[in-house]
Nanobody
Framework: QVQLVESGGGLVQPGGSLRLSCVASGIIFSSYHMNWYRQAPGKQRELVATIISGGTTTYADSVKGRFTISRDNAKNTVYLQMNSLKPEDTAVYSC??????????WGQGTQVTVSS
């Protein structure tokens, strides 16, 4: 059974930082591309960051320079370090493991709220 479990969300003031974690089980983690998505109320889901199996990373323009995605294959974990947070970063953040359209899995999501 495949599971992706996110943690690390919460309430933070503008300008603050959070680190999200997503632990995967039931897959050969190192062979999957890992993505972080977010969805704010009333908005479409947005791809925030990707780290492919080889380690190359890409980011949405809205988070470039503020967020960093990384992975630890020994721990089956992907991270999203979020710095200089803004109120518009408020959303449910979900991790996604992708290999093919038949082999893609989602976590349950973690709420990030940026507010003073």
């Amino acid at each position: 059974q495949v599971q992706l479990v996110e943690s690390g969300g919460g309430l933070v003031q503008p300008g603050g930082s959070l680190r999200l974690s997503c632990v995967a089980s039931g897959i050969i983690f190192s062979s999957y591309h890992m993505n972080w998505y977010r969805q704010a109320p009333g908005k479409q889901r947005e791809l925030v960051a990707t780290i492919i199996s080889g380690g190359t990373t890409t980011y949405a323009d809205s988070v470039k320079g503020r967020f960093t995605i990384s992975r630890d294959n020994a721990k089956n974990t992907v991270y999203l370090q979020m710095n200089s947070l803004k109120p518009e970063d408020t959303a449910v953040y979900s991790c996604n493991a992708y290999k093919t359209w038949l082999n893609t899995y989602w976590g349950q999501g973690t709420q990030v709220t940026v507010s003073s």
